[in-house]
């Protein structure tokens, strides 16, 4: 059997795994490694001395530069009842490997998730957790985390290691989270910020030095704190038009 995990949205690709593995013996290749095809090729030619299926999860297989050698070594395993191969890959699969993506091999995407399906696996993540939150709350975590599931999953945890109890807002200390995800342009966590009434001069000098201790747009920050001492434009003005790309045109 052939199982074909891909998409952008390793949180789930990763749960789905872990479902499809409990229970079975796994054999683990990840192709970054040198030994992996080693290991490969000789796992294929044993046989399983504790399990009458054999079971293998192949990591970043696409990325060993000589992934065609396997083409059919992989494909016929497809009918195969004594062995079952899982691929976990973040790409879609070469054109050589288009196979893995239609029948008999079973396949499955995990694309990135919006609207009101983020909110749905906020909610479904939440109520695994024993997390019990308003919606209002769940949104605010949508918001925040911009269809990011790892960073959800991250905030439901902290929810859930404090007693699954609600405090009625993000806790404070996600402050430097949420310039954090403003340095990566996200729009989403400047509201958040501005919700919480947080200083917009504070906002804008922690985010500079944090931008200029990565090296990144430094020059455009200085022009910014030049506009705002000008009283051209107010540190809030600034710090929209830096997660819109300066296209604002301040």
Request: glycine share 8%.
């Amino acid at each position: 059997m052939i199982i074909f995990l891909y998409g952008p949205d390793s949180y789930r690709r990763r749960k789905k795994v872990k479902e499809l593995t409990n229970g079975h013996l796994v054999s683990q290749f990840d192709f970054v490694e040198e030994s992996a095809t080693g290991e490969f090729e000789k796992f294929m030619s044993s046989q399983s001395m504790f399990e009458s299926v054999k079971f293998a999860v192949l990591k970043n297989f696409f990325e060993y530069e000589d992934a065609v050698r396997f083409k059919d070594v992989i494909k016929n395993q497809i009918d195969s009842k004594s062995t079952t191969l899982l691929l976990n890959e973040t790409n879609e699969p070469p054109g050589e490997y288009e196979f893995l993506k239609t029948k008999p091999a079973l396949s499955q995407f995990f694309g990135g998730l919006r609207g009101e399906k983020f909110y749905d696996f906020i909610a479904k993540e939440a109520t695994e957790r024993g997390v019990a939150l308003p919606s209002g709350k769940l949104r605010e975590i949508a918001i925040v985390c911009a269809g990011n599931t790892w960073d959800a999953v991250n905030e439901l945890e902290k929810i859930h290691l404090s007693g699954g109890k609600y405090a009625g807002e993000i806790a404070r200390e996600d402050f430097f989270w949420l310039v954090s995800a403003v340095s990566r342009g996200k729009l989403s966590a400047l509201e958040r910020l501005f919700l919480q009434k947080e200083d917009g001069g504070k906002i804008f000098n922690i985010l500079a030095a944090y931008m200029t201790k990565k090296g990144e747009r430094v020059t455009e920050f200085a022009d910014y704190d030049v506009a705002v001492k000008s009283g051209k434009l107010d540190y809030e003005m600034a710090l929209l038009d830096f997660c819109l790309g300066g296209k604002a045109g301040f």
